[in-house]
Every structure is written in structure tokens, then in C-alpha cells.
Nanobody, 125 residues
Framework: QVQLVESGGGSVQAGGSLRLSCAAS????????MGWFRQAPGKEREFVAA????????YYADSVKGRFTISRDNVKNTVHLQMNSLKPEDTAVYYC??????????????????WGQGTQVAVSS
């Protein structure tokens, strides 16, 4: 049984930083990619960032490019999301996701196999 556990969410003022982490357990082999999505109140879940496990290719939504950095720890099967220069519009529940089979795309919910429960990020102005 694959489990993803997010941590690191919280409340911060605009301009501040937070670091999210997501630890995967239950399967530690053949990870192809992990990603972060977010869902703000009243909005659909949207892609934030993704990282390919082999090679480390990075993918970002335009709205976070230059402010957020995704990274991985292969040994701990963990992915991180460093969020700097946070804005009120970054307020959302952040979810991590993983897929175990090679794919071409990274920005859709259907591109991933398992999801975490989410962690809340609140940015005040």
C-alpha cells in the first residue's frame, strides 16, 4: 500500500517562505516522477511542479516559476517544495503525487497514480 505524507504547511505573511516535504512509503522502487498540485477554495486542483526521478528534469507552472523549487531525496524517497516570495494567491491545500510508470506528461492529475492527503498553506497580505 503506497502512502504519501505531506508536511511543512502553515501560515506565513506575504513575502515569506515555507518548505513542504512529501515522504512516500510502501513502494520505494521504480518511481518515475513526483509532483505537487494545489487547490484553492472554490477552484480546481492545479499543477505546481514536478520532478522526474531519473535525470532530475524539473517542471513548473508559470505562476510559481522563479519562486518555487522542487527537489528530491532518492534515498529517502522524499520530494520537497521550497516556496519563496509567497503571495496571498498561493494560499491553497498542497498535494503531492507519485507515479511509478514512465509517462510523457507531468501536469495533469491523471498523470499520477497515488496522492497524499494534502497540507494547508495560508499566505496573508
Amino acid at each position: 500500500q503506497v502512502q504519501l505524507v505531506e508536511s511543512g504547511g502553515g501560515s506565513v505573511q506575504a513575502g515569506g517562505s515555507l518548505r513542504l516535504s512529501c515522504a512516500a512509503s510502501g513502494r520505494t522502487f521504480s518511481t518515475d516522477a513526483m509532483g505537487w498540485f494545489r487547490q484553492a477554495p472554490g477552484k480546481e486542483r492545479e499543477f505546481v511542479a514536478a520532478i522526474r526521478w531519473s535525470g532530475g528534469s524539473l517542471y513548473y507552472a508559470d505562476s510559481v516559476k522563479g519562486r518555487f523549487t522542487i527537489s528530491r531525496d532518492n534515498v529517502k524517497n522524499t520530494v520537497h517544495l521550497q516556496m519563496n516570495s509567497l503571495k496571498p494567491e498561493d494560499t491553497a491545500v498542497y498535494y503531492c503525487a507519485v507515479r511509478y510508470y514512465s509517462g510523457l506528461y507531468f501536469r495533469g492529475e491523471d498523470d499520477y497514480d497515488y496522492w497524499g492527503q494534502g497540507t494547508q498553506v495560508a499566505v496573508s497580505s
